[in-house]
């Protein structure tokens, strides 16, 4: 599943139009709140807080567009807790999404 980082751009931008400032903002609160879901998937050793997390990303994902990162989440939140494929995947999601 491939992600479109350009996605993340967009939606900011038709959110708050053409301020760059406040666009570098809600980037920074963004990638902060998904690196902190990915953070708890890496720990959660329950189904309910992997669950939880996985959850949570994809509701994020949702609210900018991010149709790739809402897939994976979903995958996530059917997956074993811990499991090193997925969190190697959206690892590298995010890693894309912050150097766009």
């Given at each position: 599943m491939s992600y479109d980082p350009g996605a993340l751009n967009a939606a900011l931008a038709a959110a708050v139009g053409e301020d760059a400032a406040?666009?570098?903002?809600?980037?920074?609160?963004?990638?902060?709140s998904a690196e902190r879901q990915l953070d708890l998937l890496g720990r959660a050793r329950c189904d309910a807080n992997w669950e939880l997390a996985a959850w949570r990303l994809k509701?994020?994902?949702?609210?900018?567009?991010?149709?790739?990162?809402m897939a994976m989440a979903d995958e996530a939140a059917r997956a074993a807790p811990g499991d090193p494929r997925i969190l190697r995947r959206l690892r590298a999601t995010l890693d894309g999404l912050s150097q766009s």
């Open positions: 406040l666009i570098g903002d809600l980037r920074i609160a963004f990638m902060e509701g994020l994902a949702a609210s900018f567009g991010l149709t790739g990162l």
